[in-house]
């Protein structure tokens, strides 16, 4: 079946219908009186009962599209991870042939560097020298070519064809007890703590109104549920 299946159609405007005559019966309901609260309680049972079939007619059109949906997503699956595979090896492989890339022009630049700052300092010493025999004008010009040294500029870093090195920042923990305290302290926003709250509410549901835990309470939510079948 498909959603232009006119059997479908026909479902979904059966299951439409039905649902809105029944919200807008519990939109007139009153209770102010022990027979309102238990014509209520019947209305609940029926609508209970339409919730079943309702969603047994949705998952009797829904479960064959999903089912066919499973199956050509397993067709495809070998394909996708052997091509999610060999991009990962192929990213893996350039990240480190370029970072130890980057390694030797870093180290390069350090070189380069203390050679121009030796180069400074020899011109500057001669500088100094003449200055010392009173050829100012020589310090002077001396001075200013040790100034004007400076180490070669690096070669930019190389990339292949179609490609780009994008860098992502992403936070390790080290310490949960430091980054607790940082919190407690102020000095770091109370955003950087990720409160479980399954294990509170599981918490909450064994020990109910004995809840003891710092900064969290136990809130009753009280519901209805029609229990007729």
Known sequence: MTDADPNVEQAVQAAVGTAALALRDARNV???TSDEYHTAG???LDIKARLREVEATRKSIVQPIQDGIQRINGLFRPALD???EAQGILNRGMV???????RIQQEKN????ELAAAEARRVNARAD??????NTAQAAMLHEQAQAV???ASAPPERAAGTAMRRTWKAELVSKAELIAAVAAGTVSDQALDVNMTYLHQRA???????RIPGVKAVADDTVVATAQ
């Not at 350090?110 to 560097?113: S, T, V």
């Open 30 to 32: 009153e209770i102010t």
């Open 42 to 44: 019947e209305q609940l």
């Open 82 to 84: 052997a091509l999610t």
């Open 96 to 102: 480190t042939w370029s970072t130890e890339q980057n």
């Open 110 to 113: 350090r070189k380069a560097a």
């Open 129 to 134: 020298r003449a200055e010392a025999k009173g």
């Open 150 to 152: 400076r180490a070669p």
């Open 205 to 211: 549901r064994a020990d109910k109104g004995d809840l």
